[in-house]
């Protein structure tokens, strides 16, 4: 079956050229149905190799692991070696379940020396139960209803939070989600988390722009402002990377956002917020955005103790990466 579609055309692109190098990796025939459990297999690596653990949530190893340990790459290669030296793992992944995901992935990480993903999960989880402004943020993601200081920051950390706690719970879901929203495994509670964990805005076929994106239980009104917040804040970093990397006057587009070529109401909206926005734009210039956002994080005017306690982690491991 797997031949004909690959003959018709099918079988093209990333996936695919991954699969092939799983395969040379590891020296395992071209299975016979695309719900082979090595197909399995393959998709529980990609699933390792692209979510490090080191770093956040746990520390660095130090400089000389680094690259073995964070790099999606490096981790795909030695998850291959690890899955070649246990042939049986080959057959191993039989129904998908969250037994399935929780033994195999335990048999490659230790064979890496990698952790096994479930407790970085549970190390991510508990901060939602062990902090009080953990769990004001996400009464906050509940109602889409965001206190607008640090505003992008906040919705970003709670659907983080949450798509780890759902993750904990289904593992085997955001492993193998074709085996879940199709045939029998497309039950309710897997439609739920299909739903929950889709992007928060998105764009539309039939038109240009972002638009937000309608979730039953949350008051369409708090989704409009959140999204007006969100993106308000984004056009104004965008002014930041113009200030400090662009020659010239600033470029006002928002055919991205809005979908129309005339947005003279944006434009200067725009430009009533850069003048007294300047201090802050000189202070975020040089931080936006990865380092930027370990600094907001640190920052004790952060009204929400997870914020600053998930930057001073970040902020910790790469210091100690760096001084060892």
Known sequence: MTVQWQVTGYFEGVYVSGFDE??????????????????????????????????????LNGPD????????????TRLCAAAKD?????????????EDYVNVAGALTSRCGYDHPMAALENIVNLIGDDVGATALM??????????????????????????RDKYEHPEFFCWPGAYTGGT????KYRELLIRNLSLFSDRSDEDGIFPRKVRGRD???????????FGSTLLYNLTRQWILEDGAFRYD?????????????????KRCSKPHSELILMTSNWWPV????????????????????????????????VS
């Open 254 to 270: 928002f055919h991205w956002l809005t979908g129309r070529r005339e947005n003279d109401d944006l434009i200067a909206w725009q």
């Open 86 to 98: 246990n042939p049986a793992l080959a057959r191993a992944i039989q129904s998908r379940s969250l």
């Open 291 to 322: 380092p930027y956002l370990i600094h907001l994080l640190r920052n004790e005017d952060c009204q929400c103790d997870v914020l600053r306690r998930l930057g001073a982690r970040c902020w910790r491991h790469v210091s100690d990466a760096v």
């Open 22 to 59: 799983f395969r040379r990796l590891t020296r395992f025939d071209w299975p016979a149905r695309v719900d082979d459990p090595l197909v399995s297999l393959f998709l529980l690596i990609c699933d390792l190799a692209m979510n490090p653990t080191r770093g956040f949530p746990f520390p």
């Open 139 to 164: 009464r906050e993601w509940e109602t889409f209803r965001f206190s607008p200081r640090n505003q992008p920051i906040r919705v970003m950390v709670a659907h983080f939070l949450s798509f780890c």
């Open 220 to 230: 369409e009104t708090a989704v409009h402002e959140t999204l007006n917040v969100f």
């Open 185 to 188: 495994g497309a039950t309710d």
């Open 65 to 76: 692991d680094i690259i073995i340990d964070i790099d999606p790459g490096a981790r795909f």
